[in-house]
């Protein structure tokens, strides 16, 4: 297949926000969809893995935050790969309460979308939320982040979590180097280790749980990552 293609959808970027109680919590996205318009209704897709996704089957209340095309990778950042249940993303975030009982995250945000939970259907990883638009405000003119600009032009990432992530972070953790705790040997994947026969290209996640240090016979566990 060629996954090439699918970068091709044009997505936006936006931040879904939602509660459970007095705790509220938001996420990254970039699927978000118009479904009809009398009466508007939109869809959006959430990892099942996520707090929000939480918050939003307790609550059956969300926001849509529309990014600006100049929001900065540092507040994507906490949006996107950062856990709610680790950090209160809200903390010297510019919010409010909605109508519907929804946090609103205004920062960056060229407008928002407060939304009323209809239905939701499991898709495996994710799930598609379906609901009524029961509120919108525009807060000020501009362009939009799409998908395309966060990713070629910024330089961005998707999250492990999105329906568009493309397994960097498996790919990087393949290429990453290890240090033995004992003498200091490292272990290059792009080298391997030519005495065992463990070929080039190799990941440490990949040697056998037998495998020791070449120089001091110190095992697998007794290495970390090399900085």
Not at 134 to 157: A, F, N
Not at 207 to 222: F, N, Q, S, Y
């Amino acid at each position: 297949m060629e996954e090439a293609a699918l970068f091709k959808v044009t997505y936006g970027m936006y931040i879904v926000a939602s509660r459970d109680g007095d705790n509220f919590n938001g996420l990254i996205i970039n699927t978000a969809t118009q479904v009809t318009a009398k009466p508007p209704f939109i869809s959006i897709f959430i990892s099942r893995n996520s707090l929000t996704h939480e918050h939003i089957m307790k609550s059956g209340v969300f926001s849509i935050s529309i990014l600006k095309k100049d929001t900065p990778l540092k507040f994507i950042g906490k949006w996107g790969f950062k856990s709610g249940r680790e950090l209160d993303k809200f903390q010297d975030t510019k919010f409010k309460v909605g109508a519907s009982g929804a946090p609103i995250v205004l920062d960056h945000a060229l407008g928002y979308l407060e939304v009323r939970l209809k239905d939701h259907f499991d898709v495996g990883t994710h799930t598609i939320f379906i609901g009524e638009v029961v509120g919108t405000e525009l807060l000020e003119e501009g362009e939009p982040l799409t998908y395309s600009h966060y990713r070629d032009v910024k330089g961005g990432r998707s999250s492990q979590n999105a329906p568009t992530y493309d397994g960097w972070a498996d790919k990087v953790k393949e290429r990453m180097r290890y240090r033995c705790t004992s003498c200091h040997y490292i272990y290059d994947p792009a080298s391997g280790d030519k005495f065992p026969g463990i070929a080039p290209g190799t990941p440490f996640s990949g040697l056998p749980e037998r495998w020791c240090c070449p120089a001091c016979g110190t095992g697998k566990e007794g290495f970390k990552e090399a900085e």
